[in-house]
């Protein structure tokens, strides 16, 4: 991205040459707590950790003498063509991050022609997010409550508001135990304090735009009374099994996708039970700590529910590279959250575009040195080192 002069998010985002270095701007931007809230995972954080490394045991194996001058990136996800096999995953309170929010990423994901989820926890409404990019590949998220009444409601609100795609959380029958949040004091919003008046002399453009912008709620849940913790006790439902996926394939009548898959059996049950594609996910390493790595479960998965079902694979992804890594193993996508949350925290939309760019750039170069002109050249072409 070209820096313009006297623009200074320009000239802060033509710094950035990787995820990393987004995520470095971004971690000087904003306060600790909103910064680690994103980059941190559940208890020793051995998962996400894991995670990452998984990417670094990857080989690939290049062809040569292919003509690479021009390459095709593209694929296609539940029936609509995406520019990278990649999805821009579904996150909570996403205006915490920087005030632009989820309206951001829905027209920057539009813009680069990928797919983006909308969180049931976000801070963006439905209506809001499909209305400010009504040609993007818009997806909402759910958890299916234990008032069957408000997963109805909201499964109605996001049919008539246009939505493609139905994304069930289904590893979260309690939240994760983040001990970065908790040693933080992280609240939602966040809390005015000692420590958070003194962050604001450290951050104050953050916390400007936070005390002059809409005040940070869950837009979707406004008829919830009572507090966060009230309210995500309600919303996780412990008691959840296949048959409750199964009303929810009655009530949904478009295309339906189950998130947080970590066993082969699994995978087959929800199939069963009407999912047209799946996520195999740990949910970035924040829920279960030690659960399996989703890129060493991929291929498995993939084997296991056939070629009628698409398989996506999120957690440790934060290169082009990496993206292409997963299309090898069988992923028809890769699903990321941190990575362009760094660049919205950097630089709002402009920097979720950041990211994007920086994916692009990174997994065309990557086909090309693997002598691979489409998508489907890479099947077989990559290993995972054990």
Excluded: C
């Excluded at 009504?134 to 109605?156: C, H, I, M």
């Amino acid at each position: 991205m070209r820096a313009t002069r006297g623009d200074p998010v320009d000239r802060r985002l033509s710094r950035a040459h990787t995820i990393g270095d987004l995520a470095e701007i971004a971690r000087r931007r904003t306060p600790r707590s909103v910064f680690e809230y994103v980059s941190g995972g559940a208890e020793g954080e051995v998962g996400i950790e894991r995670a990452r490394a998984a990417y670094e045991r990857i080989e690939f194996r290049p062809h040569v003498f292919r003509d690479v001058s021009a390459v095709d990136t593209s694929t296609s996800i539940l029936g609509r063509t995406a520019t990278l096999p990649l999805i821009l995953a579904p996150t909570g309170f996403t205006r915490m991050m920087q005030h632009e929010g989820e309206t951001a990423v829905a027209r920057a994901a539009a813009a680069a022609g990928v797919p983006y989820a909308l969180s049931t926890m976000g801070t963006a409404t439905i209506e809001d997010v499909t209305s400010t990019a009504p040609t993007g590949a818009n997806w909402f998220q759910l958890y299916l409550w234990k008032d069957r009444a408000a997963s109805r409601d909201l499964v109605e609100r996001a049919a008539q508001a246009g939505v493609d795609v139905l994304v069930l959380t289904v590893d979260t029958p309690v939240p994760g135990n983040r001990l970065r949040d908790v040693r933080n004091g992280m609240t939602i919003p966040p809390t005015l304090n000692v420590r958070t008046l003194a962050d604001m002399t450290r951050h104050p453009s953050w916390w400007l735009n936070l005390l002059t912008t809409q005040p940070l709620e869950f837009a979707n849940l406004t008829s919830f009374e009572g507090t966060v913790g009230e309210l995500v006790k309600s919303m996780f439902d412990p008691a959840l099994t296949l048959a409750d996926l199964e009303w929810l394939r009655s009530e949904w009548p478009g295309k339906l996708v189950v998130k947080g898959i970590q066993d082969v059996a699994d995978a087959r049950d929800v199939v069963d039970a009407g999912a047209d594609a799946l996520v195999v996910s740990n949910h970035g390493g924040r829920q279960l700590d030690r659960a399996p790595t989703p890129l060493e479960l991929l291929p498995e998965v993939v084997d296991a529910v056939g070629s009628g079902v698409e398989v996506y694979v999120d957690t440790g992804i934060t290169t082009g590279s990496d993206l292409i890594a997963a299309v090898g193993l069988g992923a028809t996508a890769g699903m990321v959250g941190r990575a362009y949350l760094y660049g919205l925290m950097a630089g709002g939309q402009r920097g979720v575009t950041s990211a994007l760019d920086i994916f692009r750039s990174e997994a065309t170069r990557t086909m090309q040195l693997m002598g691979a002109q489409t998508l489907t050249d890479l099947r077989g072409r990559v290993t995972l080192r054990r």
